[in-house]
């Protein structure tokens, strides 16, 4: 993680300036990070776990509008999650820093200021591509692209996805992230299964088995 997030962009010495300066947090599956509408939100990089962001509409219904991975940002200063609820999806471990904090690095460390700001672009085009999924692929396609981005968050390297991972949503969860019923991502999943694509382990376990093949029908 350390690696990939934006501080890697610092000097070891400037990394454990950056990290006396922030507190570790671990929140538990279904905790709220923040709240739309919090004034005093932290920032905060994911360590481990996952999370999602999410909005209400008028008659209480949730829509998931943005996952985040290890390594990721979230915080005060980029929207959207300053205007929406950010909730744990696992049990995940996060490093925090004041508001105040983390705009003093930004002063003090111009390379940080450059990676939020691409890190910021690279969350806006993972948006853009989430609602043209939505809006135009085939449900078969949009499972198999949700099941393509989960593995790469949960690989190590950035040159292959993850043999094996856990899915952080529910099936109720992936259908309304990708506007679909619950019915339907039962029977895409079994129809990926079916292509040899995938292997299901368990209640939540998917293995990768044709990563070429996954890709081919999610169109990444």
């Not at 010495?13 to 005093?40: N, P, Q, S, V, W």
């Not at 003090?108 to 809006?135: G, H």
């Not at 043999?163 to 099936?171: D, G, I, N, S, V």
Request: proline residues 2%.
């Amino acid at each position: 993680m350390k690696e990939t997030a934006a501080c890697s962009v610092l000097t070891e010495e400037e990394r454990e300036a950056l990290a006396a300066a922030g507190r570790t947090r671990t929140i538990k599956r279904g905790e709220m990070l923040f709240a739309a509408g919090d004034e005093d939100a932290a920032c905060a990089t994911l360590v481990s776990g996952a999370l999602k962001v999410s909005a209400y509409d008028q008659d209480g219904n949730e829509q998931i509008l943005a996952l985040v991975h290890p390594a990721g940002f979230i915080g005060e200063l980029f929207a959207p999650f300053a205007h929406h609820d950010v909730v744990a999806l696992t049990e995940s471990k996060l490093c925090t820093f004041a508001r105040g904090d983390i705009e003093r690095a930004i002063d003090d460390y111009p390379a940080l200021a450059r990676a939020l700001l691409r890190r910021s672009q690279e969350d806006l085009l993972a948006t853009r591509n989430l609602l043209e999924l939505t809006a135009h692929a085939s449900a078969e396609s949009r499972l198999a692209a949700l099941l393509h981005d989960f593995a790469a968050a949960a690989s190590q390297s950035s040159c292959h996805l993850a043999r094996e991972f856990e899915l952080p949503l529910t099936r109720g969860e992936i259908a309304n992230m990708l506007g679909l019923t619950i019915e339907t991502v039962s029977r895409k999943l079994g129809e990926l299964e079916d292509t040899g694509a995938i292997v299901r382990k368990g209640k939540r376990g998917i293995e990768i088995v044709d990563s070429a093949l996954l890709q081919d029908i999610s169109g990444r």
